[in-house]
């Protein structure tokens, strides 16, 4: 079983920042990538921002220049800085593990999700 650790949403006003952070545990031979998802309400879950385990970085173009998603191998954890916030990214996020099984296997991983809200 793989386990996905998420942390660090919460209530924040415009302008404001947050960081979030996932640690993948379990039963997870190599990680290919990393990244975060989030989902409004009525809206369908969209990629905020991926990064593979060679650090090469992707990002939704509305978060470009304010976010940044940045990786700890060694620990199998992946963070998320979210500056200059607005309440457009009122979301939940979600960290999703692109991995390898001990048998070489591709699978993929959900957390649970985290609560931003970014309200005056």
């Known amino acids: 079983q793989v386990q996905l650790v998420e942390s660090g949403g919460g209530l924040v006003q415009p302008g404001g920042s947050l960081r979030l952070s996932c640690a993948a545990s379990?039963?997870?031979?190599?990680?290919?990538?990393m990244g975060w998802y989030r989902q409004a309400p009525g809206k369908q879950r969209e990629l905020v921002a991926a990064?593979?385990?060679?650090?090469?970085?992707n990002y939704a173009d509305s978060v470009k220049g304010r976010f940044t998603i940045s990786r700890d191998n060694a620990k199998n954890t992946v963070f998320l800085q979210m500056n200059s916030l607005k309440p457009e990214d009122t979301a939940v996020y979600y960290c999703?593990?692109?991995?390898?099984?001990?048998?070489?296997?591709?699978?993929?991983?959900w957390g649970q999700g985290t609560q931003v809200t970014v309200s005056s």
């Open positions: 999703n593990v692109d991995y390898l099984t001990g048998w070489g296997a591709r699978s993929y991983y």
């Open positions: 379990g039963s997870i031979f190599s990680i290919n990538a």
């Open positions: 990064i593979t385990s060679g650090g090469s970085t």
